[in-house]
């Protein structure tokens, strides 16, 4: 495996960590089953903030592992196109890189066991500077693919929880990685040791049962910032302020969807590029929602502000 500590450039505002997959989807709003035209991309949830953020304008590294393979080469260098540091990737001759399929409107097929990310351990962050970005972006996708990727996932907990930047996590619950008995206490777990929490109104009921974001907060006390999207209805965010929680809601943009998967990421990059540019929680919010219109148009994970 190559050395990602090969080189040491300025440690970027944001440093995000997870797996990306080569991402094969059809060129229409169409099914798999019949397309025709299908194109060949990127997407991972960690790689797609960091796409979105550098796009906004911040600093911006995205670390993982690929595989020693023409489809490594494509994720890399993609990513890479948008502007995102990923000197930081790892080159891995033992293993694949995953690819995963959308099917418009009816899901995601993930075929990802065994590949380059899901060997990541805490070795692969050895030599990262993770207390020294500002703000550290994780996923509960990670945990997910292997048991030293769950350990990596912890040693980033730690380290970041010792420095003064802030330790973003999004619960991001992938059923096909881990069952909801499973994945909930673990999930809950994390959520509870970050600074900055999103979650989805559904994906929480789903996991614990809370019904409203109010639940939620009550059930995820901790963090300084906790975010709640409810689908088209908007999002939540809890700022905890000295000892009294502040609420902040923003409407969602009205969207015709065309594919729903990556609106989370984008709409977590906007929050976060917001955030680290002084805004205050409703554009914070709104900044998010903005990010993740965008994407909701389009059976891509990234699209620039326009289509």
């Known amino acids: 495996?190559?050395?990602?500590?090969?080189?040491?450039?300025?440690?970027?505002?944001?440093?995000?960590?997870?797996?990306?997959?080569?991402?094969?989807?059809?060129?229409?709003?169409?099914?798999?089953?019949?397309?025709?035209?299908?194109?060949?991309?990127?997407?991972?949830?960690?790689?797609?903030?960091?796409?979105?953020?550098?796009?906004?304008?911040?600093?911006?590294?995205?670390?993982?592992?690929?595989?020693?393979?023409?489809l490594g080469v494509r994720v890399r260098e993609d990513v890479a196109r948008h502007g995102v540091d990923v000197h930081w990737v790892a080159s891995d001759p033992r293993a694949r890189t995953g690819v995963y399929?959308?099917?418009?409107?009816?899901?995601?097929?993930?075929?990802?066991?065994?590949?380059?990310?899901?060997?990541?351990?805490?070795?692969?962050?050895?030599?990262?500077?993770?207390?020294?970005?500002?703000?550290?972006?994780?996923?509960?996708?990670?945990?997910?693919?292997?048991?030293?990727?769950?350990?990596?996932?912890?040693?980033?907990?730690?380290?970041?929880?010792?420095?003064?930047?802030?330790?973003?996590?999004?619960?991001?619950?992938?059923?096909?990685?881990?069952?909801?008995?499973?994945?909930?206490?673990?999930?809950?777990?994390?959520?509870?040791?970050?600074d900055l929490v999103f979650v989805g109104l559904d994906e929480a009921e789903g996991l614990w049962g809370t019904a409203d974001p109010d639940a939620v907060r009550d059930l995820i006390p901790r963090p300084t910032m906790l975010v709640v999207k409810d689908g088209d209805v908007g999002a939540t965010e809890f700022h905890r302020y000295a000892t009294a929680d502040v609420r902040s809601f923003a409407p969602a943009i009205p969207t015709e969807v065309v594919e729903a998967v990556g609106a989370g990421d984008a709409f977590a990059a906007g929050y976060l590029a917001a955030h680290l540019q002084g805004a205050d929680a409703g554009e914070r919010l709104a900044a998010g929602h903005r990010r993740a219109h965008l994407v909701l148009q389009s059976t891509s994970d990234f699209i620039p502000d326009h289509l």
């Open 1 to 70: 495996m190559t050395d990602p500590s090969a080189s040491t450039p300025a440690t970027p505002r944001l440093i995000t960590l997870g797996e990306t997959m080569a991402l094969i989807t059809p060129a229409l709003a169409e099914s798999l089953a019949t397309a025709r035209d299908v194109r060949l991309l990127v997407g991972g949830a960690e790689s797609n903030v960091a796409t979105h953020a550098a796009h906004l304008g911040i600093p911006t590294a995205w670390v993982s592992a690929v595989g020693d393979d023409a």
């Open 101 to 194: 399929f959308k099917d418009p409107g009816r899901g995601v097929l993930y075929y990802r066991s065994g590949s380059a990310a899901a060997h990541m351990s805490p070795a692969s962050v050895a030599g990262i500077p993770l207390e020294e970005a500002e703000i550290v972006h994780i996923s509960g996708i990670t945990p997910a693919l292997s048991h030293s990727c769950a350990a990596l996932i912890d040693t980033i907990v730690d380290r970041v929880s010792a420095g003064p930047g802030i330790l973003s996590f999004d619960v991001n619950h992938r059923a096909s990685l881990w069952e909801p008995g499973v994945a909930a206490p673990a999930l809950l777990a994390l959520a509870r040791r970050a």
